[in-house]
């Protein structure tokens, strides 16, 4: 067995053990493709046996990282080749080269020399394909599963053609002289399915318009809870404003009244009821400003935030250190989609509520702190001045 067959072999092997079945695109499937159209394009190319070998190895490895994620595969699926060629007793250079030519295929990538521009090629083959719209599917499929990104069909539909007109070309002369006429039918199908697309949206659009507008029930419900939030916080800040003040007071007094007079032998009796007065208040006024102290958040989010719809953009607290541009997107996807968009209305709610139960719990603490401090005091006093 040659060392080729060996490769497929390994990854053969490889896939079918340990591949998730979430890579419904990225498989063996398509690593045999992309072989397939190396050997294809190779038949017309004036390649010596080390280059031809380098390409095929290149062609088997090149996305056998994806068993371990797809995060950074090139790099992993170098690793593993690597591994399996020095078991192999191939040299350094032959690594090398492979290597460069994985690297090669990632996204984006322009390629530079002829091996690099074949196997590119060769790994889009399938966009020439007459099946193109199940391998296409396929990806999206992976990305649903991967990624957690959903597309409706009219916006994958134009992420193919965005791709395929913008920023997809062939490189090598076959592919251009065979595949290219095959692109461009595959472009004209997108754009056919693009335009029935659009009119099917039209119509949903004009028929489902009603039933898109929020329910007015719905829209009081917000805006009568979030009115009576609102009310209760302000009851709550007024309420520790107020014992804020006058236990202020009380401690104003009794620095300036009281404490001075505790220097006289003769007052001595009143130096624990003071205490316990004084005591009672700055515990008060802790317990106040604890009710009132703000909570400070990071105030940013990302855009795969948005696209997750994990952050709620009704609350300042997210937002506040972001630039215009990117919250007027944020909000503008938010109200593109009505279960964000009510979702973002229920989390603010209920994050409301949290604040509230936090602040009237401790303004309770706060009361009986003040109410058992001024009957100990009072009591204190009392018992004081019966010693004297």
Known sequence: MNLIEEAKAFIEK???????????????????????????????EDLNIVDKKILLLAAWFHDVGYVNGCHQHEESSIAMMTDFLINKGQDSQTIESVATLIRSTTLGYIPQTLLEKIINDADSHHISSTQYHVTSNALRMELQNTSQKTFSDLEWNNENI?????????????????????????????????????????????????????????????????????????????????????????????????IPKLDSPSNAHLMIPTFIMLLSSVITIIFAILSTRPKVTKGVFTRQDIENKKVNLLFFGNFYKMPLDEYQWA?????????????????????????????????????????FGIIISVISFVIAFRMV
Do not use: C
């Open 331 to 371: 909000m503008n996807e938010m109200m593109k989609d009505k279960d964000y968009l009510y979702n973002s209305m229920i989390k603010d709610l209920y994050f409301l509520g949290l604040v509230l139960e936090r602040k009237y719990r401790l303004l309770r603490i706060t009361y009986n702190f003040f109410m």
């Open 162 to 258: 965005n791709f395929l007109v913008n920023r997809h070309q062939y490189y090598t002369k076959y592919a251009l002289e065979n595949w290219q006429t095959l692109k461009e039918k595959t472009i004209q199908i997108l754009q056919e399915n693009k335009v029935k697309m659009e009119l099917s949206n039209t119509k949903e659009v004009k028929k489902k318009s009603k039933e898109d507008k929020p329910d007015r029930a719905v829209d009081t419900l917000f805006r009568i809870t979030l009115n009576n939030h609102t009310t209760l916080s302000g009851i709550a800040d007024s309420k520790a404003n107020i014992l804020l003040s006058v236990n202020a007071i009380i401690i104003s007094i009794a620095l300036s009244t009281l």
């Open 14 to 44: 490889l896939f079918k053990d340990k591949l998730s079945t979430l890579y419904t695109y990225h498989n063996l499937k398509h690593t045999t493709d992309v072989v397939a159209a190396v050997d294809e394009i190779m038949t017309v």
